[in-house]
C-alpha cells in the first residue's frame, strides 16, 4: 500500500466526515472546471471594455484538424519588440511534440501544458484532506474521475449549442484533443480506484467475498468499459479502423451511464448531468439530420464515387445553415435504410450557396467508406463498372460543421497562400473559390493556390468548378510521370513520406478519416483534357522557396503593416513541413 496512507477504523462521526468531504471534493473538481471557463472571457470583456485604437491582434495558431495555419496582423512600430514575444510563445505552443524528428505527434504543447495543469490539480483535490486514511483516498480517485465526465460529454457537442464552444470560441475540432486527453485522465483516475479497491481486497483476504458483491461487479463492469473505450480510442486504432472506433466509443458512451449509476449511490449526480447532457447531444444530431430523397450517385471505377447532392430552396434561405455555411466545412452521412451507420466526415469540395448542390468525391478504402461503396453499388442496374453508372437513393446529410467558421475575414489579408496535398484540395478548393468571388479581378493576383498531386488525373474533379481566372492562379504540381511511374524526387522528399507513414492522427486525424475523398481515375479523365492556361510543374513543390517569396513580396515596414495568410490542408508531413519554413519568419518577428 502507498506509504504514509493504511488500513485504519473510523467512527461514526468520522465516516460522515469523510462523506461530506468526498463530496466536497468531487463538486469542486466539478465547479472548478467551469469556472476556469469563465475565467476564459475576461480577455473577450477587456476588449469589449478597453478597445484598442487599432485593428485587434489576432495571435495566429494551428488549427488541430484539418492543419491549418494561419497568420494575423503585423504589429506596429511601438509594438514591434512586445508582440513578437508574444507571437514566438504561441508559436511554439501550437508545435507538436514530437519523441522523433519523424515520428507520431503526441499532440500540441498548448494542449499538453493545459491538459497536465488540469490533471495536477485534479490530483491535488485528490489527495487533499486524505489524511493517511487508504479507503478515503481510493474512494477520492472514484469520485473525482466521475466528476468529469459531464464536462467529457460538452466536449463532444459539435454545434453552437455547446456552452463550451460558445464560451470558449472554439470548434469542435479544437476542442476534440481535449475531448481525448480529459477521457485520458478519467481513465487515469478510475484505473487508480479500481486498483485501490483490488489492493485493499487482497490486502485484508476480501477478494473471494467482495468479488460476488454488486457494487464490486459493476464497478469491475465499469474499468472493464473504461480500458475498452480507451484502448479503442487510441489513433492507430481510430486510423485503422474508424468505424470500430465509433461504434464501440458510441455503445461504450451508453452503456457507461447506467453502470455507474447502479455502481455506488454517490456518483449518481454526475452521471445523471452526463446523461442529460448525452440527451441533448442525440437531439441536436436528430435535429440537425435533413434527408435528400434524391441524391446523384456516379459509379466512376471499382473503388471511386461521386456524390452530387441537391439542395432544395428551403436548405439555402437565410435562416438555414447551408446558407450560412463556411468554405471548407464538412457534413456526415447516413443512410435511412442503415440509420444506425453514420459515417465519417466528408469535405464539402463545392460551394452549395453558389452551386445549389453539394458535391462530395468519395474513394471507398478499409472501414466506413468500403459499407457505403457496398451500399451504393448493389443499388447500380449494371455490373459493368468500367463506363460511368448513375442512380438515386435517399441520403440524411448532419451539418455542416468545421473549424472554418471561426477563420478571420481573409478578405482584408494582403496575400494570401493556399497550400493542398492531393485531398486536401476539397478543403482548399472552396476557399480558393470563395476568395476569388470576393476579390475584384484586379487583386486575385495576391491570391496564391498551390496544389500537389500524384498525377494530374487527381486533379480533374475541381476543374468544372473553376473558371478561367481560378485556373490561371494555380499551379499544380505532378509527382509522378505517370499511373506507373516512380515518385519524383523534390524538396519534400522522404520528409512528408516518412511523416504521413508515421503520423498518429493526432493534429490529422479528420483528415484521416476521411482519406476517401480523393481523384478521377485515368479511364474516367481521358475524355476531359486539362483546362488551358492550367500551369503544372514535375515533382513536389519547393515549400521554402514559396514562404521566401510570400513574405518577402509582402515587407513589414509598411503603414499599416502587411498581413499575410497562410492557409495548408494536407498530409502531416506537408503540413510539418510548412510550418518549419514559416517559422523562420515568425522567429524573425512576422505574424
Same mark, same amino acid.
Given at each position: 500500500m502507498p ?9 461514526e462521526s ?14 469542486a473538481a466539478?465547479l472548478?472546471a ?5 475565467a ?7 476588449a469589449?471594455l478597453l478597445p ?8 495566429g495558431?494551428?488549427h488541430?484538424?484539418?492543419i491549418?495555419?494561419r ?9 514591434h ?6 507571437r ?11 519523441l522523433e524528428?519523424?515520428?507520431p505527434?503526441?499532440g ?11 490533471a ?6 485528490a489527495v ?9 483516498l481510493?474512494?477520492?480517485f ?7 465526465l459531464?464536462l467529457?460529454?460538452?466536449l463532444a457537442?459539435?454545434s453552437?449549442w455547446s456552452?463550451?464552444?460558445?464560451l470558449?470560441?472554439?470548434s469542435?475540432?479544437?476542442l ?15 484505473s487508480?480506484h ?13 477478494l ?7 457494487d ?13 473505450v480507451?484502448?479503442t ?6 486510423k485503422?479502423?474508424?468505424f470500430?472506433?465509433?461504434?464501440i466509443?458510441?455503445?461504450?458512451s ?5 453502470v455507474?449509476y ?6 449518481r ?6 446523461a442529460?447532457i448525452?440527451?441533448i ?6 435535429i ?10 456516379t459509379h ?7 456524390i452530387?447532392?441537391?439542395?432544395p ?8 445553415k ?6 471548407g466545412?464538412?457534413i456526415?452521412?447516413s443512410?435511412?435504410?442503415h440509420?444506425?451507420?453514420r459515417?465519417?466526415?466528408f469535405?464539402?469540395a463545392?460551394?452549395?450557396q ?17 459499407i457505403? $461503396?457496398?451500399?451504393?453499388? #448493389? %443499388?447500380?442496374? @449494371? +455490373?459493368?463498372?468500367?463506363? &460511368?453508372?448513375t442512380?438515386?437513393?435517399?441520403l ?6 468545421g ?9 482584408t489579408y494582403s ?10 484540395a ?8 470563395h476568395?476569388?468571388n ?16 500524384k498525377s494530374?488525373e ?7 468548378y473553376?473558371?478561367?481566372?481560378a ?9 509522378k510521370?505517370s499511373?506507373?511511374?516512380?515518385q519524383?524526387?523534390?524538396p519534400?522528399g522522404s ?11 493526432g493534429?490529422?486525424?479528420?483528415l484521416q478519416?476521411?482519406?476517401g475523398?480523393l $481523384?478521377l481515375?485515368?479511364? #474516367? %479523365?481521358?475524355? @476531359? +483534357?486539362?483546362?488551358?492556361? &492550367?500551369?503544372?510543374?514535375?515533382g513536389?513543390?519547393d515549400l521554402?522557396?514559396?514562404?521566401n517569396?510570400t ?5 513589414n ?11 495548408v490542408?494536407g498530409?502531416?508531413?506537408?503540413g ?14 512576422r505574424?
Amino acid at each position: 500500500m502507498p506509504l504514509p496512507y493504511g488500513f485504519i477504523s473510523l467512527d461514526e462521526s468520522q465516516l460522515q466526515r469523510r462523506r461530506h468531504l468526498l463530496d466536497f471534493y468531487g463538486q469542486a473538481a466539478q465547479l472548478s472546471a467551469f469556472l476556469v471557463l469563465l475565467a476564459f472571457q475576461l480577455p473577450f470583456v477587456l476588449a469589449f471594455l478597453l478597445p484598442s485604437r487599432s485593428s485587434p491582434q489576432k495571435p495566429g495558431k494551428e488549427h488541430a484538424s484539418p492543419i491549418v495555419s494561419r497568420f494575423g496582423e503585423q504589429s506596429t512600430d511601438a509594438n514591434h519588440d512586445r508582440v513578437p514575444v508574444w507571437r514566438r510563445l504561441n508559436w511554439v505552443l501550437d508545435q507538436h511534440l514530437r519523441l522523433e524528428a519523424n515520428g507520431p505527434s503526441w499532440g500540441t504543447w498548448r494542449v499538453l501544458l493545459i491538459t497536465s495543469i488540469w490533471a495536477i490539480w485534479l490530483s491535488v483535490l485528490a489527495v487533499r484532506d486524505t489524511g493517511d486514511d487508504y479507503l478515503h483516498l481510493t474512494k477520492r480517485f472514484g469520485i473525482i474521475g466521475a466528476s468529469q465526465l459531464p464536462l467529457h460529454y460538452l466536449l463532444a457537442l459539435k454545434s453552437s449549442w455547446s456552452p463550451i464552444t460558445y464560451l470558449t470560441r472554439l470548434s469542435h475540432e479544437e476542442l476534440n484533443p481535449y475531448h481525448r486527453a480529459l477521457g485520458r485522465i478519467i481513465l487515469l483516475f478510475v484505473s487508480l480506484h479500481a486498483s485501490f479497491y483490488l489492493n485493499f481486497f487482497i490486502q485484508k483476504s476480501l477478494l473471494t467475498k467482495r468479488i460476488r458483491d454488486p457494487d464490486v461487479i459493476l464497478g469491475l463492469l465499469a474499468i472493464t468499459t473504461f480500458l475498452t473505450v480507451g484502448t479503442t480510442a487510441l489513433a492507430w486504432v481510430r486510423k485503422k479502423n474508424y468505424f470500430l472506433f465509433f461504434v464501440i466509443h458510441v455503445a461504450t458512451s451508453i452503456f457507461i451511464l447506467p453502470v455507474l449509476y447502479f455502481h455506488v449511490s454517490h456518483l449518481r449526480i454526475y452521471i445523471l448531468e452526463s446523461a442529460i447532457i448525452y440527451i441533448i447531444l442525440i437531439a441536436q444530431r436528430n435535429i440537425s439530420v435533413r434527408t435528400i430523397p434524391n441524391a446523384k450517385l456516379t459509379h466512376l471505377s471499382n473503388n471511386l464515387l461521386s456524390i452530387t447532392i441537391p439542395l432544395p430552396p428551403s436548405y439555402l434561405s437565410s435562416n438555414n445553415k447551408f446558407k450560412k455555411s463556411h468554405p471548407g466545412q464538412h457534413i456526415y452521412l447516413s443512410l435511412p435504410s442503415h440509420s444506425h451507420l453514420r459515417l465519417n466526415p466528408f469535405t464539402i469540395a463545392n460551394l452549395p450557396q453558389k452551386d445549389n448542390h453539394i458535391r462530395l468525391i468519395i474513394r471507398s478504402l478499409n472501414g466506413t467508406t468500403r459499407i457505403l $461503396s457496398d451500399i451504393i453499388t #448493389s %443499388s447500380l442496374t @449494371s +455490373p459493368n463498372t468500367a463506363s &460511368l453508372k448513375t442512380t438515386t437513393i435517399p441520403l440524411k446529410i448532419e451539418g455542416p460543421y468545421g473549424s472554418a467558421a471561426t477563420f478571420p475575414d481573409l478578405t482584408t489579408y494582403s496575400r494570401i497562400l493556399l497550400v493542398a496535398g492531393g485531398v486536401g484540395a476539397t478543403f482548399t478548393i472552396p476557399i480558393y473559390r470563395h476568395l476569388l468571388n470576393l476579390h475584384p479581378p484586379n487583386r486575385q493576383s495576391k491570391i496564391q493556390f498551390i496544389w500537389s498531386v500524384k498525377s494530374l488525373e487527381d486533379a480533374a474533379w475541381a476543374f468544372p468548378y473553376l473558371d478561367q481566372h481560378a485556373i490561371k492562379g494555380m499551379e499544380i504540381y505532378i509527382s509522378k510521370k505517370s499511373s506507373g511511374s516512380k515518385q519524383v524526387d523534390s524538396p519534400l522528399g522522404s520528409q512528408e513520406k516518412s511523416e504521413e507513414e508515421h503520423d498518429e492522427g493526432g493534429e490529422g486525424i479528420e483528415l484521416q478519416e476521411r482519406e476517401g475523398l480523393l $481523384s478521377l481515375p485515368s479511364s #474516367s %479523365s481521358a475524355s @476531359s +483534357p486539362p483546362p488551358q492556361n &492550367l500551369t503544372t510543374h514535375p515533382g513536389r513543390p519547393d515549400l521554402a522557396a514559396i514562404v521566401n517569396e510570400t513574405f518577402s513580396s509582402q515587407p513589414n515596414d509598411t503603414h499599416p503593416p502587411n498581413k499575410i495568410a497562410i492557409l495548408v490542408c494536407g498530409p502531416a508531413g506537408m503540413g510539418a513541413a510548412l510550418r518549419r519554413e514559416v517559422g523562420v519568419w515568425v522567429r524573425r518577428g512576422r505574424e
